[in-house]
């Protein structure tokens, strides 16, 4: 059965930083696009940053410039780093990985910004 776990959440202040890590029990992790998710309380889930399995990289309007998305297919885990949070980036983040046939979700990990 395919697991994605995500570790990292936690509460930090406006300004600061947090590092998100998702390890995904894939046997062929490489092959997988990556993305990380949020979903805030009463929105909708978004996509956050998403890097592909040639390691091109892409970040919503919101967070791009403040985080970036890497992956190491050697621990079959990918990273959001997030630097410069704000309130508005308090959400559930999720990772899932995208591949041909089918896709997987973590279930998430809590991110809150405040003071």
């Known amino acids: 059965q395919v697991q994605l776990v995500e570790s990292g959440g936690g509460l930090v202040q406006p300004g600061g930083s947090l590092r998100l890590s998702c390890v995904a029990s894939?046997?062929?992790?490489?092959?997988?696009?990556m993305d990380w998710y949020r979903q805030a309380p009463g929105e909708q889930r978004e996509l956050v940053a998403t890097i592909t399995r040639g390691g091109t990289t892409s970040y919503a309007d919101s967070v791009n410039g403040r985080f970036t998305i890497s992956r190491d297919n050697a621990k079959n885990t990918v990273y959001l780093q997030m630097n410069s949070l704000k309130p508005e980036d308090t959400a559930v983040y999720y990772c899932?990985?995208?591949?041909?046939?089918?896709?997987?979700w973590g279930k998430g990990t809590l991110v809150t910004v405040s003071s």
């Open positions: 899932k990985a995208v591949g041909i046939v089918m896709s997987h």
């Open positions: 894939l046997s062929r992790f490489s092959i997988y696009n």
